[in-house]
């Protein structure tokens, strides 16, 4: 580490165990994803029912909601939209798509990206078509409908790695997610590479190795605060491995969805999300959004933290009992902090500021109040809703 780098965090004041990575890896994934990608996903809201129709009134609804000009640019079709393949193996989808082709071109159309799905197993985890024996002619196909983000999950694969050494069950993921990079960069056309493995074979150690942008790096997600939380903690020790272009990613948002509808909730959702420089990809129905969702899914200085251009990832530096101090540091020098409150009834809470590396008073600005809050230090008290958070950045710069 260079001199100057050193006494940077030296005076942040910050612990080795706190000095984030330089993301000096080596990586061979594209550069499609400098940023973590912003999108909607089908899945959460309607599985593998999901139509033609359903994927354009999506497209609509991100651009009439305000979620495109904030930045959600991919509108993906998850599990259930494949049909069989003909006698050449070329693969075509089933009768909810009728035109696929068409359809890519009405998202593009609405200044959007299309992203799709598949498996390197012989079929998906809705039992559809996979791609196994046909990855360079189903990256062909994609190509040519207009594809920019494909989802490669796992799924009927692992029947492959039953029986073998964990090192081999590696290698077998390794050498089958490489090969479908390998066949969607022989199109040239450039295409997000998301793997899902559920963080099988530690995926996070090699997926930008093998070609991926973002990797799966927890268990599924469900619509609940404790399952959303279970994987918001699932990223510690991960930072190492994110950076501009290759992302951990702790599964799609829940918010707007049952069991994640409490705007304290859904704030605390997209905190940490926001710490992690986690993919933003929703998963609600944008139709039906109340104002409260899309004000948490669009507020621009939360998805700042994001999407900010260092691309560190943030952390868990302290915790008493209940609550939580995250922080991850930004391109402009300060620092978004997350204080988390996890349990049912508000609490009193102050920053630590030696976890966070901060001493005397500091600038601080509330990104969801979207107010300055002048100077503070380690005796400012916050009201912490239940199961909610306080969102702020802090230093120098801090303040608007």
């Not at 991926?212 to 994987?231: C, K, V």
């Not at 001493?359 to 912490?384: E, K, M, S, Y």
Request: aromatic share 10%.
């Amino acid at each position: 580490m260079r001199k100057r780098q050193r006494s940077m965090f030296r005076r942040l004041g910050l612990s080795c165990l706190l000095i984030w990575p330089l993301f000096a890896m080596a990586a061979t994934a594209n550069n499609a994803a400098p940023t973590p990608p912003m999108g909607w996903n089908s899945w959460n809201h309607f599985g593998a029912k999901v139509t033609a129709d359903d994927v354009r009134h999506a497209a609509d609804e991100l651009v009439a909601s305000g979620m495109a000009a904030a930045g959600y640019r991919y509108v993906i079709i998850d599990d259930g939209w494949q049909g069989s393949r003909d006698a050449n193996g070329v693969l075509h989808p089933n009768a909810k798509f009728p035109d696929m082709k068409a359809l890519a071109d009405y998202v593009h159309g609405k200044g959007l990206k299309f992203g799709i799905y598949s498996s390197p197993g012989e079929h998906t985890c809705g039992g559809f078509t996979g791609s196994y024996g046909h990855e360079a002619q189903d990256a062909k196909t994609f190509a040519g409908w207009g594809v920019d983000y494909l989802k490669y999950d796992l799924c009927s694969f692992r029947t492959r790695l039953k029986g073998k050494s964990l090192a081999d069950q590696t290698a077998m993921m390794q050498a089958a997610y490489r090969k479908m990079h390998e066949a969607l960069e022989a199109t040239g056309r450039p295409v997000v590479y998301a793997l899902c493995s559920y963080g099988w074979g530690r995926v996070w150690e090699w997926g930008a190795e093998v070609g991926a942008n973002l990797w799966r790096s927890t268990i599924d997600i469900e619509p609940g605060y404790q399952s959303m939380m279970f994987n918001a903690q699932a990223q510690q020790g991960l930072e190492r491995w994110a950076g501009p272009g290759h992302w951990n990613d702790p599964d799609m948002l829940e918010i707007g969805n049952q069991g994640m509808d409490n705007p304290d909730m859904e704030r605390t959702h997209m905190s940490l999300w926001a710490l992690l420089a986690a993919p933003l990809i929703a998963g609600n129905d944008l139709a039906a959004m109340s104002g409260d969702t899309r004000s948490v899914l669009t507020n621009p200085e939360v998805l700042a933290v994001d999407q900010d251009s260092r691309g560190a990832q943030g952390r868990r530096v302290w915790q008493e009992g209940p609550v939580q101090l995250w922080a991850k540091p930004l391109a402009d020098g300060t620092l978004a902090v997350g204080l988390v409150n996890t349990l049912d009834h508000p609490l009193d809470a102050t920053l630590d500021f030696k976890a966070l590396g901060l001493a005397g008073a500091v600038p601080a600005r509330d990104l969801w109040q979207r107010r300055d809050l002048g100077l503070i230090d380690a005796t400012h008290t916050f009201d912490v809703p239940a199961f909610g958070v306080v969102l702020l950045k802090m230093g120098k710069s801090a303040t608007h």
